[in-house]
């Protein structure tokens, strides 16, 4: 498998946190996106960003941005469509998808993506951690998604499906584990109080 393309999903309306683009919200200084880049490129062959409206103003970043290849604000596996077909141009074969308020994402996400979605005649993967049950949960916006399934998807999107692992299941997704352990590496930045944990998150690392 050539080294994926990585795609940051940030087309979401962040309704939670009041609006606007939450990746560009400061943690110890630095911005979550940032931080998310920093921590992506090093992974894939390239990033590019999923965000709608006005593109220019994530010129700072350095990054090629595309919005959702569906009108509507139709969530993430909108965001993965537009990935898909931003790598077609590309000529890639697969993506992988982080979000961008996620800034603790696993440094070896992509690897492990890999090795789970090995022998797979279509390479697709989420990541899951478990809860304190033990019982695994899907993280459905950090996953290995192969071009070749970009059209099934558009169909199904243009159709109404909106959950991605009901689309995921269609195709036999498999999971790739990640602990738990001290935090949730998956943590999402939703809401102002998320923010602050975010941040305490940080300074315990430091």
């Not at 099934?152 to 909106?162: E, S």
Request: charged letters at 20%; glycine letters at 12%; a negative charge.
């Amino acid at each position: 498998m050539k080294q994926p393309l990585g795609v940051i999903l940030a087309g979401g309306l962040a309704r939670r946190m009041g609006g606007g683009d939450k990746g560009r919200l400061l943690l110890q200084g630095q911005s979550m996106m940032a931080r998310v880049v920093e921590r992506f490129e090093p992974q894939v062959a390239q990033v590019g960003l999923n965000a709608n409206g006005v593109s220019n103003r994530f010129d700072d970043l350095g990054l090629p941005v595309f919005p959702d290849s569906i009108d509507g604000y139709a969530g993430p596996l909108a965001g993965v469509l537009a990935g898909l077909d931003w790598a077609f141009g590309q000529g890639g074969d697969h993506i992988v998808t982080v979000a961008a308020d996620t800034p603790f994402f696993p440094c070896d996400l992509v690897p492990q993506l890999i090795l789970a979605s090995e022998g797979m005649d279509a390479p697709l993967a989420l990541a899951a951690t478990k809860d304190p049950n033990g019982v695994s949960m899907r993280q459905p916006t950090f996953g290995l998604w192969p071009v070749a399934l970009r059209e099934d998807l558009r169909g199904h999107l243009q159709n109404g499906l909106r959950k991605i692992v009901q689309w995921t299941e269609m195709h036999n997704a498999r999971e790739a584990p990640f602990s738990s352990t001290p935090f949730d590496p998956f943590f999402n930045v939703n809401t102002p109080q998320d923010l602050e944990t975010a941040n305490a998150l940080l300074k315990d690392q430091v």
